[in-house]
């Protein structure tokens, strides 16, 4: 007897360290315990079909290759035999910083929205991981996947899948849109919300606040322009102050490029409030993670719910998976906790819906 395994056919726009960590984690977790089962996907489910790049390096060289590509420095962990996908050139747009001209060295081809999308053609979701700043290439995308009728996921703060227009369209497409702009499994963001809630469940008034990320990956070496970062402080920061019902003094974002740090990110935050009788309370903790493996987590979760959402025929932005893993989605929830919630419930439903057909 034949046994049909799901599958989850995706597509890449951009193949960075965040790449490298997606493309070998459907290798690393085939056949182990670890590999449980979300809405009826597996990680091992997830088959990389398309890839898109505009390093010289990478661009032309079977995925598994260009993943371990210069200048990525995300470590092997599993192994990745040849896969037989092709990366293709992609548009560069602004999706490279001019102070990373030289450490990209992008290819010059034409590229157009139709020539795109017969290469993304059968996939069910197209992820799309440029660099931050990226709002041209990553509309660009998003174009991509209207056309070629996939699933968009957008992973950087640039603001779409929030964007009612953008909404609309694939809610006309019949297509699911997440975004924008994921947490990490455990991240900056999550922790310093999770701080700023502690403050006001405990009536604590939070006066000031700052959050300073640095790391020595190329995301953070294009970070260093400051004029790419302006939807990135805004997205981290709304993610933070929307649990208070009041202004303060806050600055959130990228602070600096530390190469020797590699793919490790380091996050300072600090939180200064007035507690019972104006007595000031204040919080300084450090965290240290891989930047990477914390994103592959939340990418690979939003991909097999965009898959589900597809599988159940909804479209537009899914506003129960954007408020979870996402910092700027349409709808932001008041805690993470309320956020699980809300997709537990949405998972719950689509469970009971697959039982009425089966009854049926």
Same mark, same amino acid.
């Given at each position: ?9 995706? #597509? ?44 010289? &390096? ?15 420095? =995300?470590?092997? !962990? ?37 020539? #795109? ?34 699933? !968009? ?16 369209? !694939? ?14 499994? @455990? ?21 000031? =606040? ?26 981290? =920061?709304? #993610? ?7 202004? @303060? ?33 204040? @919080? /300084? ?5 891989? /930047?990477?493996?914390?994103?592959? !987590?939340?990418? @690979?979760? #939003? ?16 506003? &129960? ?40």
């Amino acid at each position: 007897m034949v046994i049909n395994m799901p599958t989850l056919k995706v #597509a890449l726009a951009g193949v960075g360290n965040t790449a490298s960590a997606l493309v070998q984690s459907p290798f690393y977790y085939r056949g182990r315990r670890e590999d449980q089962s979300l809405g009826g996907y597996k990680i091992s489910d997830i088959e990389f079909v398309a890839a898109f790049d505009v390093n010289r &390096e990478k661009v032309g060289k079977d995925l598994s290759e260009a993943i371990f590509a210069k200048p990525n420095i =995300t470590p092997k !962990f599993a192994d990745v035999g040849k896969m037989g996908v092709k990366v293709y050139a992609g548009p560069t747009m602004d999706g490279v910083a001019n102070h990373m001209m030289k450490i990209i060295n992008p290819v010059n081809v034409k590229c157009d929205v139709s020539k #795109a999308a017969e290469n993304v053609k059968g996939a069910d979701v197209l992820l799309s991981l440029l660099p931050v700043g990226s709002e041209k290439a990553t509309k660009f995308y998003a174009e991509v996947a209207l056309k070629a009728g996939a699933a !968009f996921i957008n992973t950087i703060p640039v603001f779409v899948a929030s964007d009612q227009s953008w909404g609309e369209r !694939f809610k006309k497409a019949g297509l699911p849109i997440l975004g924008d702009d994921i947490k990490g499994q @455990i991240g900056a963001t999550i922790l310093h919300r999770t701080l700023v809630r502690l403050f006001k469940l405990r009536n604590v008034e939070v006066t000031e =606040t700052y959050q300073l990320n640095v790391g020595g990956n190329t995301d953070f070496q294009n970070m260093l322009d400051e004029a790419r970062l302006v939807s990135k402080r805004k997205s981290k =920061t709304d #993610a933070v102050t929307s649990v208070l019902p009041y202004e @303060i003094g806050v600055r959130i974002g990228p602070s600096d490029y530390v190469p020797f740090l590699g793919n490790t990110k380091v996050a300072y935050i600090y939180l200064k409030g007035r507690s019972f009788a104006g007595f000031p309370v204040t @919080i /300084d903790a450090k965290l240290s993670v891989d /930047d990477k493996s914390m994103f592959a !987590f939340s990418a @690979i979760d #939003a991909t097999r719910l965009a898959k589900i959402a597809m599988d159940r025929g909804e479209s537009g932005p899914v506003r &129960e998976i954007c408020a979870y893993y996402f910092k700027h989605p349409p709808i932001q929830a008041e805690s993470d906790e309320e956020a699980a919630s809300w997709v537990k419930t949405w998972l719950d439903k689509k469970r009971k819906n697959a039982m009425s057909i089966k009854a049926y």
